[in-house]
């Protein structure tokens, strides 16, 4: 089976994180969220990715080549200027086979992908759009269907007490390729305001596949922590990291805990860091490779990427902190901060809850 990607966007939400990696290679989990999504992809039977890049795209292809070592085939395809989701399906259209997939390529999901195409299959479908429940479905686009599951009507960002549904489209289809004929060229058009009404109007056979499957999409810096705690605590599924189990810390190689620093909680440090005398680690916390946690320092329940040095007796809980960056001595840093890569901030500084900090900045 074959896939399309859709990695092009700028994922501004995510920024400062996302201004210097795009987002398909934030970490998780200390690799690379496409890794993930590959891994999960070669599981259920398909090996043949299309990735449409736009911003940022070297990195990607940098990275990962043509995918041999990952056991999938990967092929690139660059935009110039942002086509929107259907406009980039539309600029890949002749490396795709008649049907094929798309994924939102910053959705993490345990969908059972083989199913949901025995249903598209089985109906005859055009299109057929994944669909997950959410406890509030104002912020997304909900799909009404009829008892069969066709698709009757989209309805972007209902208000909370007139939407009729809490299904919302999870950013996976299967499509047929002829759909792309109501896609114009080299336009940016959008799967749900214009290519889904399109179908519906000509009364194409659009379906919904619905499943409470493990879902979640790491557009925001809350969304992205919470998908490496609910991976560090057993929720969800990746093959590339061993689940923790709470209560017990994995270490990377040669990484070092002075006999007087504590760990507790589901924690994942990389390699090549030191976690410092009297220092303090509470889970859930990820910490990539070569970091240094100085002297009674305390982190709690937060991301910390790269070559990150923490400062003696610095406090941080509930944060983001990008590769490269040292927080000074005494620093605290609350919840919601999210330091961009490359950032210095001084001895004793107190950065509120929420504050973004840019990359290769001092503060
Ligand atoms: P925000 O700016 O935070 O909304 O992020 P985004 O635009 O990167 O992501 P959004 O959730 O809006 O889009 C869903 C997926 O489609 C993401 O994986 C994006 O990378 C991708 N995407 C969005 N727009 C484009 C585009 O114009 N071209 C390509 N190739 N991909 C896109």
Partial sequence: MQALLLVGGEGTRLRPLTCKTVKAMVPILNR????????????????????TLCYLPDSIESYF???????????????????????????????????????????????????????????????????????????????????????????????????????????TYILEREVL???????????????????????????????????????????????????????????????????????????SLHPTASVEGAVIVGDDCSIGPHARIRGPVVMGNGCRVLAGAAIEKSVIWNNVVVGRNAWLEGCIVGSNSSIGEGCSVGQGVVIGEGVTVGDGIRLEPGRKVWPDTRV
């Avoid at 890794?35 to 599981?43: C, G, I």
């Fill in 32 to 51: 690379p969220f496409l890794e993930h999504l590959f891994s999960y992809l070669a599981r259920h039977g398909i090996d043949d990715i299309v990735l």
């Fill in 65 to 171: 080549g043509h995918g041999s070592s990952l056991g999938v085939r990967l092929t690139y395809v660059m935009e110039e200027s942002p086509l929107g989701t259907a406009g980039a399906v539309k600029n890949a259209e002749r490396y795709l086979e008649d049907r094929f997939f798309v994924f939102n390529g910053d959705i993490f999901t345990d969908l059972d992908l083989r199913a949901m195409m025995a249903f598209h299959r089985e109906r005859g479908a055009k299109a057929t759009i994944a669909l997950t429940p959410v406890e509030d479905p104002s912020a997304y686009g909900v799909v009404e269907t009829d008892s069969h599951g066709r698709v009757k009507r989209f309805v972007e960002k209902p208000k909370r007490e007139e939407a009729t549904t809490n299904l919302i489209n999870a950013g």
């Fill in 181 to 255: 004929r109501d896609v114009p060229p080299n336009t940016r058009f959008m799967f749900e305001h214009h290519l889904f009404p399109t179908l519906l109007q000509k009364d194409q056979l659009v379906y919904a596949y619905s499943s409470d499957a493990y879902w979640i999409d790491i557009g925001t810096p809350q969304k992205y922590c919470q998908l490496q705690y609910d991976l560090l605590q057993g929720k969800g599924r990746t093959s590339l990291c061993s689940p923790m189990v709470d209560g017990r810390a994995g270490f990377g190689a040669r990484s």
